[in-house]
């Protein structure tokens, strides 16, 4: 948590008071569009706002991406809604059994005593081949992160990246993932409810390369509390912070942010038509910090030790290598039955990985708030996040799990009693490892102080 609270006490050391400060709702927009109608509007002698306007009334265009965060002027403001997704970068090489002894190739005990001598492996029908190993890896964030950074009257400083798992390549049998990254960073002059163009979302890999997607910046001026003129001590000896995440259907959520964008306004009519997905509340007082956890640990291995093979292999039985000898591979998996003795006959020449680190994953919901008090105005720095797993990757017999993360760092003013709309906390969408129930939902996160 340390990276996420490295804006702590930003807002905490501004003076009480008023400032030429202003806090805005940011929203960003990605829609796909048929592409020779893309085409035909970036043609078009268009500002952003009527863009936009066109976009929506497009034939088949398709909502892909509706992103909220809150944000005040010179602070960094973060969403993200990622799955980490491993993949190994080094290997140990298969192995192979170097000499094969077989003993006892009859069934009498004058036999059992003389022994054949080394016979190559493949000679005996037997396959001695493991599979590579990994044995490092490295981890690829899959999804959309939105950092936002308002610098002057309008003035914003933006980067919006989406990644995606677009297909897995082999060389032998070592897996290659080919991943898709689609970075749009720049600077924009927003104006106050109306949306600004800020580049186009072409097609990554193979996908849907019939159509072109356009993205859009939209700020919203939100009010904030003024210091009052005679400064009074804090009422409260501490309050109570109350966080509320409610999912609306995408299409539901995007109207309803088009129509307005006063917190309790869309707190309102969230809860009335939508879901409601989480809800933590906790108390504290000026200049300290809250922290909320309602996580469960998911423990898994991340290092490991490859399956080790014998140098030397004994049979003791002539019914299994006649079964060997004639490709029957009798010790792979369910063995033959052998009369007068052990149905393995002393085979089973593979281990398995043996995992030596461990690695613990708390899985659930979680805030901290770090908040200061001063004349009635409560300025606050706080992050927000929601872990789920989502699903695993298997690499050989090794199993990774993919973390799925939505997590909000952002700087809010406001007062008691007021309640604000934070930003979003989607799951990520088309990140090339889907697993389970991923409904495309608009997942509103708010925040409210109260006695």
């Known amino acids: 948590m340390t990276k996420l609270f490295v804006l702590l006490g930003l807002l905490l050391a501004l003076p ?15 829609f796909a569009l048929p592409r020779e109608a893309a085409v035909a509007l970036l043609r078009r002698p268009l500002d952003g706002a009527a863009m ?34 491993e993949y190994p970068t080094e290997f140990d090489p298969p192995q192979i059994v170097p000499s094969l002894a077989i003993v006892n190739p009859g069934v ?12 190559s492996p493949f000679n005996a029908g037997i396959g001695t081949l493991s599979t590579a190993t990994g044995t490092a890896f490295e981890t690829r964030s899959l999804g959309d992160t939105l950092h936002l950074e308002p610098v002057d009257e309008g003035e914003t400083d933006y980067e919006l990246v989406s ?13 290659k993932p080919v991943f898709a990254s689609r970075p ?15 580049g186009t979302y072409g097609p990554t890999g193979s996908k849907t390369p019939e159509t072109l997607s356009l993205a859009f910046l939209t700020a919203h001026e939100v009010s904030e509390p003024k210091a009052r003129e005679k400064a009074v001590p804090f009422t409260y000896p501490s309050l109570r912070a109350t966080f509320e995440v409610v999912s609306l259907e995408k299409a539901a959520a995007h109207a309803l942010l088009l129509e307005t964008q006063d917190g309790q306004a869309v707190y ?19 200049g300290n910090r809250l922290a909320l956890w309602n996580a469960d640990e998911h423990i898994s291995p991340t290092e490991f030790d490859p399956p080790q093979l014998p140098q030397m292999l004994i049979l003791a039985h002539h019914g299994l290598i006649e079964d060997l000898r004639a490709g029957r591979q009798t010790g792979l998996g369910k063995p033959a039955e052998v009369e007068g003795g052990d149905p393995n006959g002393g085979f089973g020449f593979v281990t398995t990985l043996s995992p030596t680190a461990f690695e613990r994953y708390p899985l659930g ?21 929601v872990t789920h797993l989502n699903g695993t990757t298997q690499y050989g017999s090794i199993r990774h799990p993919n ?27 088309d990140t090339g490892v889907k697993s389970g129930d991923h409904e495309d939902r608009v997942w509103l996160a708010f925040l409210r102080f109260t006695k």
């Open 16 to 30: 009480a008071a008023a400032q030429d400060v202003r806090q805005r709702l940011f929203r960003a927009e990605v």
């Open 108 to 119: 009498s005990k004058k036999d059992a005593e003389t022994s054949e001598g080394p016979v």
């Open 52 to 85: 936009h306007a066109e976009a929506l009334k497009t034939a088949g265009a398709k909502l892909e991406k509706l992103i909220l965060i809150h944000g005040r002027l010179g602070t960094r403001s973060t969403a993200e809604q990622t799955v980490d997704f």
């Open 163 to 175: 990644t995606a798992l677009v297909g897995m390549e082999k060389q032998g049998d070592i897996p």
């Open 268 to 286: 309102e009519r969230a809860v009335q038509h939508g879901r409601r997905e989480s809800v933590l509340a906790g108390r504290s007082r000026s």
């Open 403 to 429: 973390i799925e993360t939505r997590k909000l760092v952002v700087g809010v003013r406001t007062s008691p009693g007021k309640r604000v709309l934070l930003g979003t906390l989607n799951r990520p969408i």
């Open 365 to 385: 919901e979680r805030i901290e708030i770090e908040y200061a008090e001063a004349d009635g105005v409560i300025a606050l720095n706080g992050a927000f996040e």
């Open 184 to 198: 749009l960073k720049g600077h924009a002059r927003l104006v106050s409810g109306k949306p600004a163009f800020i």
